[in-house]
């Protein structure tokens, strides 16, 4: 690995995920399941019955302090593979004012900019084009 595990940020993004569980199966209608391989998995949830997937993001900002959140590439890649696969992506970001969503779409493109100690690849997805979860 190229840098070292923080776990004390995957708890918080573990908690994150859990508080999250019941709006976005009630949202979504869905049954979702952790993905089976837990901290190795690109992707958070899915429903194999109703074919959908969430990504979780907790972000520990307000959803006006940028005019953009970020996501990892690879969670965007992974994304596009499942699509292929007949699946419905979603990431939902979980600010500190709002929930908010964005479909994946087979035709999605995003800015990219490479940031962060180890300067990782991440897509810049405008705060414009999510909508609140309620």
Known sequence: MP????????????KIEDDTLPLINKHYECD?????????????FKDDDKKKIVEIK??????????DTIITASKVTEGFMKIEQGYEV???????????????KEDSE????FTGTNCIKH????????TEIK
Do not use: A
């Not at 979603?90 to 994946?104: A, N, Y």
């Not at 897509?123 to 999510?130: G, Q, V």
């Open 123 to 130: 897509h810049c997805i405008p705060i414009t084009d999510l």
């Open 90 to 104: 979603f990431f939902v970001f979980v600010f500190t004012d709002k929930t908010m969503e964005i479909q994946l």
């Open 32 to 44: 979702f399941k952790r993905n089976e391989n837990d901290i190795f998995d690109i992707l958070d």
């Open 58 to 67: 907790g972000r520990r900002i307000s959803s006006t302090q940028y005019t």
């Open 110 to 113: 995003f800015q990219v900019k």
């Open 3 to 14: 840098f070292k595990f923080n776990e004390t940020l995957w708890k918080l993004g573990q």
